[in-house]
């Protein structure tokens, strides 16, 4: 199987080498592809100096959407594979892709993070949504076979959140397939992206509605979706009010964020829905893509 390796990445350089070493290591064959920037750690310096790098795409503005569109549009052979910067692919990782490429137009896997008391990973997540089942996929470790992404027009822009979680529903609403295979692994060190990132509580709710209302419509079954989703998260950090983990003032703060966002992705999910009445929903995908490449240095001719 011919295969293209996308890897996005910002200021990470010491981890994105850790990245392509293991790519290079265990998918010898793959053409390369990085998308960076705008960084300012070195790293343009470091791949420029690598010889298993087939593509660098330099950006101005990057998104984690716009640099992973950016990364399929360079990307040459029919399977694409998109890999998290600080992620390494393992020795059975070539493998499942190609078998769960052999049944499923998109597979994924788990991410497993070494802890000193053991391994955490990841398990299958599947939900069911107006008669629609969708499965998620790791958005740092997923492939893809060509065609749902040129017909589904990539991932939708908007979003600097939850863009995985909208092209999975997409894909879903075609009756494209995604395999799950624990075999397809990779790997995280400890401490390797920092740890957890803070809650954005706003992007958070505006993307969870943007890409509910985008995909279903304001159905009664998406609004109660939505209030049981805030209304768990409410329930939680007052929990820790009560328990003097948090401030009153940032438990308002944030219920303010929330219902604004929602409110806010509600409404731009209802226009995107009508800027793309076509089953793809993508009114901000590749083909009207305002995140253009600033310079890109291409090694395969």
């Known amino acids: 199987m011919d295969i293209s390796v996308v890897v996005p990445t910002l200021n990470a350089r010491d981890e994105l080498a850790g990245s392509l070493d293991a790519i290079a290591e265990f998918v010898p064959d793959a053409e390369v592809i990085v998308v960076n920037g705008p960084s300012a750690d070195g790293t343009t310096g470091m791949v420029r100096d690598r010889d298993d790098v087939d593509v660098l795409v330099e950006m101005a503005d990057r998104t984690i959407n716009a640099a992973r569109n950016a990364g399929i549009n360079h990307a040459s052979r029919d399977t694409i594979a998109l890999v998290n910067h600080t992620l390494s692919v393992t020795e059975t990782w070539y493998d499942a892709v190609v078998e769960g490429l052999s049944e499923a137009a998109a597979v994924t896997g788990p991410t497993h993070t070494q802890l000193a008391a053991g391994i955490e990973t990841e398990e299958k997540e599947s939900r069911e949504i107006k008669g629609r089942s969708v499965t998620y996929f790791n958005e740092g470790n997923v492939a893809f076979r060509r065609e749902p992404l040129d017909e589904l027009d990539g991932f939708d ?104 966002n929602l409110a806010g992705g509600t409404k731009d999910g209802l226009i995107n829905r009508r800027l793309d009445r076509t089953p793809r929903r993508n009114p901000n995908g590749r083909s009207s893509s305002t995140n253009r490449p600033v310079t890109v240095y291409d090694w395969r001719s």
């Open 157 to 260: 822009e908007y979003l600097d959140i939850g863009g995985a979680r909208d092209f999975a529903h997409r894909l879903a609403g075609r009756d494209y397939g995604v395999s799950w295979d624990d075999e397809m692994s990779v790997r995280r060190d400890v401490g390797t992206d920092g740890g957890e990132p803070e809650t954005d509580w706003g992007w958070k709710y505006r993307s969870l509605a943007y890409r509910l209302v985008k995909n279903y419509g304001l159905r009664p079954t998406i609004a109660r979706r939505l209030v049981g989703h805030a209304g768990s998260d409410a329930v939680a950090e007052l929990r820790a009010v009560l328990g003097g983990e948090a401030r009153p003032s940032e438990w308002l703060g944030t219920g303010r964020d929330v219902v604004v």
